[in-house]
């Protein structure tokens, strides 16, 4: 395979969400065949440059999302894929040094205090980090003085709130007041999500953006990224 | 989930039909039906119930040679008598994969020389949790049986993973006790022999009452969240493959519940 095939046959596997040989695919009848492990390593032995692999791995990922949007892709199917693109960016990992080709940023997510839901935080942090984000995840029920104490140690250009109860959402709002009296308001964008939250709450406790679900999420920060650029 | 696909059974008056009059392509239709539906292996049982044990060896050729002309799938020979499997499998000489159905512990010797029929060939075989008293009312005696089964099996040759052990199941309209010994069997096998299979028949548990493939269906679903990793079932049903699909899904043995969306997509759960 040339360089171009290889990085169309990466998309094409990221699509059906084919991790590796053990895997059936999207369609159930790729068993045996490499998948998007296999793949990038034998594109990397070839001289492919990781940071092509990974371009082409989030283009994968639009894909999907607008599968997801559609209705033809479930929750499952967006996992699949976004689990491929995180155990292939491990690969890339030390490639990507040798190139010198930097993460996307880092991102600190939590669940805020008094809830203890994970399954959406969970998901959006798959997204991200198969979309090259480097993710810190604080966990479950973390107080707004922890939270901020990690975004002030890690430095990070982004912090996702998460909260699924109309009672924890209100805790949000505790985070972004402790995050403008430490002076870190101004240094990391907010972005919240969860099942009660919605744009208009996010513009009442002053966040940077609310997402619908993960692939939004992915958007935003692109959305940020290309206004800082 | 293996499905062992149970419609040629002589037992069933439209195969003792098409057996008595050689009707092939009848046969064929319900090997190629329950293939594509999604059976890993076509159940083949020719006992009429004539009691002649010549004529029941040369129909179960007869199946075997339909089978090995219009599927791919493996086969099960399935007598009540060993001599009829033997000569099948004679017959069949291994050209194709196939297990026994089936063996149980009533008499000493003929487990034994089922077994043996078995290490020839190198096959699986179900074994059933019955001996010389019947089936026992209750789950540990039925487990002490598979015991049996099993060190006679291991001793013969065969590998654990090669047993399938069926827990049996009494009709719940005479003991409503009889869903959880079988449930109970089955974990315990489980939990004994962990390379063992499991693998059984639904239709008694429904006997005597009403809607019976509902009864059936969730029993199955029921049994799959208790271990059981095969049944010997109809694939053509709706409600079968739902119940199978539904059971491995919420047991975590879908990776990615792709089967279950494979499913949706093909429309199997639009009825």
Redesign the interface.
């Known amino acids: 395979m040339d360089k171009e095939q290889y990085l169309e046959e990466i998309k094409r596997n990221v699509v059906l969400?084919h991790a590796d040989k053990e895997?059936?695919g999207?369609?159930?009848d790729m068993e045996g065949t490499p998948g998007v492990s296999e793949l990038v390593q034998e594109a990397l032995d070839n001289g492919v440059e990781a940071k092509l692999i990974l371009e082409r791995m989030s283009s994968g990922m639009e894909t999907v999302g607008g599968k997801f949007e559609s209705g033809e892709y479930?929750i499952?199917?967006m996992?699949?894929a976004a689990e491929c693109v995180g155990a292939a960016t491990e690969i890339l990992e030390p490639h990507l040094l040798k190139e010198g080709v930097e993460r996307k940023g880092r991102f600190v997510m939590a669940t805020v205090e008094g809830d203890l839901h994970d399954i959406g935080k969970n998901i959006v942090i798959t997204m991200l980090k198969g979309d090259g984000y480097e993710v810190r995840d604080l966990g479950v029920g973390v107080d707004a003085a922890d939270i901020v104490t990690a975004v002030k140690e890690s430095g990070a250009q982004y912090l996702g709130l998460s909260a699924l109860l109309t009672t924890t959402m209100v805790h949000m709002k505790d985070v972004l007041d402790l995050l403008e009296k430490e002076g870190l308001r101004d240094k990391v964008k907010v972005l919240i999500g969860g099942a009660p939250t919605s744009e208009e709450f996010a513009k009442k406790i002053g966040a940077d953006a609310h997402c619908r679900d993960a692939f939004e999420a992915v958007h935003v920060l692109r959305d940020f990224s290309a206004k800082a650029a | 989930m293996i499905i062992i696909g149970e419609r040629v059974n002589a037992t069933r008056k439209s195969i003792r039909a098409a057996i008595e009059a050689h009707d092939a392509p009848a046969i064929r239709n319900e090997i190629t039906g329950q293939a594509d539906a999604g059976a890993d292996y076509i159940d083949l049982n020719a006992g009429t119930g004539s009691g002649d044990v010549e004529q029941e060896k040369r129909d179960l050729c007869w199946l075997v040679d339909i089978a090995l002309d219009c599927t791919e799938k493996k086969l099960v020979l399935d007598a009540a008598e060993t001599e009829v499997i033997a000569h099948a499998a004679r017959h069949l000489n291994n050209r194709r994969e196939w297990m026994l159905n089936s063996v149980n512990a009533e008499s000493e010797p003929d487990l034994a020389a089922g077994l043996a029929v078995a290490a020839e060939f190198k096959v699986p075989v179900i074994a059933l949790a019955m001996d010389q008293t019947g089936i026992p009312d209750n789950s540990p005696k039925r487990i002490e049986i598979c015991g049996r089964i099993h060190a006679a099996a291991l001793e013969k040759g065969l590998a654990e993973d090669q047993l399938f052990f069926d827990p049996l199941v009494l009709p719940i309209s005479a003991d409503v006790s009889q869903g959880n010994v079988t449930f109970e069997t089955l974990a315990g096998i489980m939990k004994k022999f962990p390379h063992a299979h499991t693998t059984m028949g639904l239709s008694n548990v429904s006997h005597g009452l009403k809607k019976r493939i509902k009864v059936n269906s969730a029993f199955l679903l029921l049994s799959i969240a208790n271990g059981l990793d095969s049944a010997i079932c109809d694939p053509i049903k709706p409600d079968i493959m739902q119940a199978i699909l539904l059971g491995e899904l919420l047991t975590g043995k879908d990776r990615y519940c792709r089967r279950f969306t494979r499913a949706l997509r093909k429309g199997v759960f639009d009825n």
């Open positions: 969400g895997d059936e999207f369609d159930g479930l499952p199917d996992l699949a």
